[in-house]
Nanobody, 122 residues
């Protein structure tokens, strides 16, 4: 599976962005999907994950209530809707595929996409 992330950019605090991650191949539905981020000088952290069925989602405490992860298997794409953005959300965002959302949370990742930069100005 190849993953292509897009949708990053520069936004003011309080604004919104939607990230997309398009997957190649016909096995997209077999994978749970997740978004991670890495800020300068910090370790990569998980932001959100969604199960293969789409019925189970996970969010880190720092984004809960502001970000929404979703998937469209017909388009083999996973999304991250980011609202009420804060300067501390500034990071490179990566999408990833894993066997399960639980494994994604434990950084057991099968495929990584390239990152997309999100910059939130104050």
């Amino acid at each position: 599976v190849q993953l292509q992330a897009s949708g990053g950019g520069l936004v003011q605090a309080g604004g919104s962005l939607r990230l997309s991650c398009a997957a190649s191949g016909r096995t997209f539905s077999r994978y749970a999907m997740a978004w991670f981020r890495q800020a300068p000088g910090k370790e990569r952290e998980i932001v959100a994950a969604i199960s293969r069925s789409g019925f189970i989602t996970y969010y880190s405490d720092s984004v809960k209530g502001r970000f929404t992860i979703s998937r469209d298997d017909t388009k083999t794409t996973v999304y991250l809707q980011m609202n009420s953005l804060k300067p501390e959300d500034t990071a490179v965002y990566y999408c990833a595929a894993a066997v399960s959302a639980t494994q994604a949370r434990n950084f057991i990742i099968d495929f990584w996409g390239q990152g997309t930069q999100v910059t939130v100005s104050s």
